[in-house]
């Protein structure tokens, strides 16, 4: 009897700000929402994040950055993932993010950018719409 | 499937990690798979990690794993942490402080959420430790906070258990006695150097002294280590104490560990039979609509839910003759 896959998320903070609390807020509202969350923690490396989520086998990585280093880090994770095989892991950004960044963001494959304001149900109910439980 | 099994025996880390995902969310195709996977297992030293939360196990899981890759030895990690019972959701955070050891390829690390099936921590942890011992880890660490029946049928599982208390607990000593106390081969009083380490050291060596008063012939003797995890302190003297304990079981098996071999194969085909049984039987009942009928009837004030348990469960096993 095949159980109902559960969708499996990670929210992760790369680079060095040292602020996690709208990561807090997210992983708690994904919680509500039903989701399994993998929270890794602060100051993590791309490299680090990508190993992370292909262990834990997670449907989509949350990117959250404020310190303004997203246009290295976030398409450094999407082109992690493409090298180790894993790009169908759904990979989204959140957090201080200028208008002007998004287009660039999304073309470097980021699925989407959620900025202060969001409210959290919208990006929960993005979520359930956009990322599905990945089977083989 | 049997590329499944030849990539998990290679070490394959997706292939790892999505055996275990599948496990969790209860795919058909894994019981052949861990089927096959059987044989390759038993080299992996079990240990479980149990006490309430805030003690301190996963930093002190951190510098296990430290340690043991000093060693040489390769690791594996089931962190467990609770599925909320309401939005059936999970945070699971215990991977935060290992996460210096995401790059290291000696070392998987895996969180789990406890889902609340019937029978579903103790069955798909026990199959996760299944398909780690098959990858060829030297260590699987089990990691569970130590509340509830579930909770302790994971650290049954394991060859050693370390139950971790902090000092000042008290009460809490006392609450957990009943449930978790009697697993212990090994008591880890963590963050040593806060007030009332040696108060709670006492306390549990009195435990250990009343329980052994108890056992006709006590052949191991929990030790209890202090240790400070934070600082790494302690953590190589806790990992001797784990090959004592080892070497103890190897070479010197009493009848009380005879026993407890026995009781943990008893209580592993037992739950498998049982969560089998019921994920075979409600979907024979679903299957052909009898539940929905059953379900209605109560609805309707037709029938008591026990006279129709009674029936379907009845008719289940005269089908299976």
């Known amino acids: 009897m095949q159980r109902e896959r559960r969708l499996r998320v990670m929210v992760a903070k790369p680079g060095l700000d040292g602020h996690d609390r709208g990561a807090r807020i997210i992983a708690r509202a994904f919680r509500d929402g039903g989701f399994e969350v993998i929270y890794t923690g602060l100051h993590q490396t791309p490299e680090e994040i990508v190993e992370a989520a292909i ?40 957090g201080i993010i200028p208008e002007e960044d998004i287009p660039r963001l999304k073309e470097a494959g980021i699925k989407e950018i959620f900025t202060p304001g969001s ?5 929960v109910q993005w979520v359930r719409e956009n990322v599905k439980a990945r089977s083989e | 499937m049997g590329d499944a099994v030849e990539k998990v ?5 997706r292939a790892v990690a999505r055996l275990i995902r599948d496990i969790d969310d209860g795919v058909p195709y894994v019981r052949e798979t861990l089927k096959a996977l059987y044989p390759y297992t038993g080299k992996g030293y079990v240990v479980g990690i149990t006490g309430a939360p805030g003690v301190g196990k996963s930093t002190l899981v951190d510098q296990m794993i430290t340690h043991l890759r000093k060693r040489d030895k390769t690791v594996g990690v089931l962190a467990v942490d609770p599925t909320s019972p309401f939005s059936g959701g999970a945070i699971l955070g215990d991977r935060v402080r290992m996460q210096r050891h995401s790059l290291d390829e000696g070392v998987f690390i895996r969180s789990l959420a406890t889902r609340g099936h019937f ?18 880890k030297d260590y699987i660490l089990v990691e569970t906070v130590g509340v509830g029946q579930d909770e302790v049928d994971v650290v049954r599982n394991a060859q050693t258990t370390v139950v971790v208390v902090i000092p000042g607990m008290g009460d809490d000593i006392q609450a957990i006695k009943a449930g978790i106390l009697e697993v212990a081969d090994i008591f880890v009083i963590n963050k040593a150097n806060r007030e009332g380490a040696d108060k709670t050291y006492n306390e549990l060596r009195q435990m250990i002294e009343m329980g052994r008063a108890q056992r006709e012939e006590a052949h191991w003797i929990p030790p209890i280590l202090k240790t400070e995890a934070l600082f790494d302190k302690g953590t190589e003297e806790l990992l001797e104490e784990i090959e004592r304990h ?76």
């Open chain 1, 119 to 123: 409210p959290l149900t919208e990006i």
């Open chain 2, 9 to 13: 025996v290679a070490g394959d880390i």
């Open chain 2, 119 to 136: 029978g579903g921590l103790t069955q798909s942890t026990r199959s996760a430790i299944t398909v780690l011992d098959a990858m060829g």
């Open chain 1, 55 to 94: 262990q834990e086998d997670v449907d989509m990585i949350g990117l959250s950055s404020l310190a303004g280093a997203h246009m290295y880090l976030f398409p450094r994770v999407v082109d992690l993932l493409k090298e180790k095989g894993a790009d169908d892991i759904v990979v989204c950004g959140g």
């Open chain 2, 246 to 321: 080892r070497k103890h079981l190897e070479e010197t098996p009493g009848p009380r560990d005879q026993e407890k071999k026995r009781a943990r194969v008893e209580s592993e085909l037992a739950d498998m039979i049982k969560s089998r049984l019921i994920e075979e039987g409600l979907s024979r009942i679903r299957e052909k609509g009898d539940f929905d009928r059953a379900v209605e009837a109560v609805l309707q004030g037709k029938e008591d839910p026990y006279s129709v348990c009674d029936e379907l469960v009845i008719k289940i096993l005269a089908g299976t003759r």
